[in-house]
């Protein structure tokens, strides 16, 4: 059984460059989460998906910040027109969506680094 | 709001002696869960323990235990017989009924063990 994976885990991008990371969470995990984090702070949530119906999004998302889930399986977060403060750790979670607790387990991360 | 305090922002400890690292919490739901999770310098956050607001006893998995205290709302983590591995960030999470998908982590703390 893997773990949810990452990729890429490093990306480093010029400022006003898009950039896709994608996230494959545990195999039959119904739901799908973004955090992002900050240099010496917790992550913070940025949206979540039930199967493939996006259930909330963060203030934290702006018009910039896209995510999906086309086929209830893989995700993708894309970031339009990068900006230096878009600089953190990008972490995908995943969780069965039933019981409780519902853990969530999380990837390796992307490490995003704007020039 | 839900908040997360960790007041330690760093610990040290020395090999095989117990550790506990703080966690309060703020909350006006009656129902939500808190989690401990290890981030070791490689990024990826590993999950350790929950514990169920409704829960009578404390949880414990393995050399963890959670030390909660619900009147106080604290949920401190304890860590017997420290190893080197066990050095790195915890932090500490709350997931609310009106909250639900959506983890609250504090700002963590660095644990660095001593041999």
């Known amino acids: 059984d893997t773990g949810v994976s990452q990729n890429p885990r490093h990306k480093i991008t010029k400022r006003g460059q898009n950039v896709t990371f994608r996230c494959d969470p545990i195999?039959?995990?119904?739901?799908l989460y973004w955090y992002r984090q900050t240099l010496g702070q917790g992550p913070e949530f940025l949206t979540y998906f039930q199967n493939e119906a996006q259930l909330e999004k963060s203030r934290l998302l702006s018009d910039r910040f896209s995510a999906e889930r086309p086929k209830g399986s893989f995700s993708t977060l894309e970031i339009q027109r990068t900006e230096q403060g878009d600089s953190a750790m990008y972490l995908c979670?995943?969780?069965?969506?039933?019981?409780?607790?519902?853990?969530?387990?999380f990837g390796p991360g992307t490490r995003l680094t704007v020039l | 709001a839900q908040k997360i305090t960790q007041t330690q922002p760093g610990m040290f400890v020395q090999e095989k002696e117990a550790v506990t690292l703080d966690c309060t919490y703020d909350t006006s739901d009656q129902s939500y869960g808190l989690f401990w999770y290890k981030q070791p310098s490689s990024g990826e956050m590993i999950f350790l323990i929950y514990q169920g607001s409704y829960d009578e006893q404390n949880a414990t998995e393995g050399r963890y235990s959670l030390n909660f205290q619900k009147a106080r709302k604290s949920a401190n983590l304890v860590i017997s017989a420290s190893q080197l591995g066990d050095s790195a960030m915890y932090f500490c999470?709350?997931?609310?009924?009106?909250?639900?998908?959506?983890?609250?982590f504090g700002q963590g703390t660095t644990l660095q063990v001593k041999p």
């Open positions: 999470a709350m997931m609310g009924s009106s909250n639900t998908g959506k983890l609250i």
């Open positions: 195999s039959e995990h119904n739901r």
């Open positions: 979670a995943s969780s069965l969506g039933l019981g409780s607790p519902d853990t969530q387990y």
